[in-house]
């Protein structure tokens, strides 16, 4: 069964300080996504990932991820308060009849100003 | 145009009604999918429609029934829907539907529909 893992669920944190969230999932796949969601609205694509190591940047956000250890990273740098929402990550897997597309539980970031 | 439109933005109904939610992308994708949301839970994949045939049924109840008229609109008709059927219902798109091997672009979430069953 896949599973899809993000911790921490909640983080307060102070404006200008680092944090990374994690995500982690049980099965092989080399596909992985991060979305942004304010609340009342939609999902909004911040990053997506094909490969190993594969690592992008936007802004104070950068993502990674690594197929072998099954992780990515979602490392904010120096937040500030616009980048409070709840992110999710999720893990595609369309390389054979189970063809699944899993979110994590989502993490909920608040910025203290 | 890159976004993707959801109509309508809200929608009461009751336990006997029949209604539809209608989704529309004009960005030349092939695969569409309709997700579920509850309140503080991440979205749950319903539904993949890849180059309008439907690829994806994730076990969802009959009294959902999705309808892909061309590449460019996704339905969700909804019949006898129970009050835990409440929920944001999110329509998104890609370029590419990721089977046989290919590799699945980032999907565009539309606004979403906010149903009520009453």
């Known amino acids: 069964e896949l599973k899809v893992e993000q911790n921490p669920l909640f983080l307060s944190m102070q404006e200008g300080k680092n944090y990374t969230i994690y995500c982690n999932y049980s099965t092989t796949s080399d596909r992985l996504y991060w979305y942004r969601q304010d609340p009342g609205k939609s999902l909004e694509s911040l990053f997506v990932l094909l490969s190993n190591g594969a690592v992008k940047q936007e802004g104070r956000l950068m993502a990674s991820l690594d197929t072998k250890a099954r992780l990515s990273t979602l490392h904010i740098t120096a937040a500030v308060h616009d980048l409070s929402a709840t992110y999710f990550c999720?893990?595609?897997?369309?390389?054979?009849?189970?063809?699944?597309?899993?979110f994590g539980k989502g993490t909920r970031l608040h910025i203290l100003p | 145009d890159t976004e993707v439109t959801q109509t309508p933005k809200h929608l009461v109904m009751g336990m006997t009604n029949k209604k539809s939610l209608k989704c529309e992308q004009h960005m030349g994708h092939r695969a569409m999918y309709w997700y579920k949301q509850k309140a503080k839970k991440p979205p749950e994949l319903m539904f993949v429609y890849s180059y309008e045939k439907l690829s994806i049924n994730e076990s969802v109840p009959s009294r959902f029934s999705p309808e892909c008229p061309n590449s460019s609109l996704l339905n969700l008709h909804l019949h006898a829907l129970q009050p835990e059927d409440s929920a944001l219902y999110l329509c998104?798109?890609?370029?590419?539907?990721?089977?046989?091997?290919?590799?699945?672009?980032?999907?565009?979430f539309g606004p979403g529909t906010r149903l009520t069953v009453l």
């Open positions: 999720a893990v595609d897997i369309s390389l054979n009849r189970d063809d699944k597309i899993i």
């Open positions: 998104a798109s890609s370029q590419d539907p990721g089977a046989s091997g290919r590799v699945r672009n980032e999907q565009f």
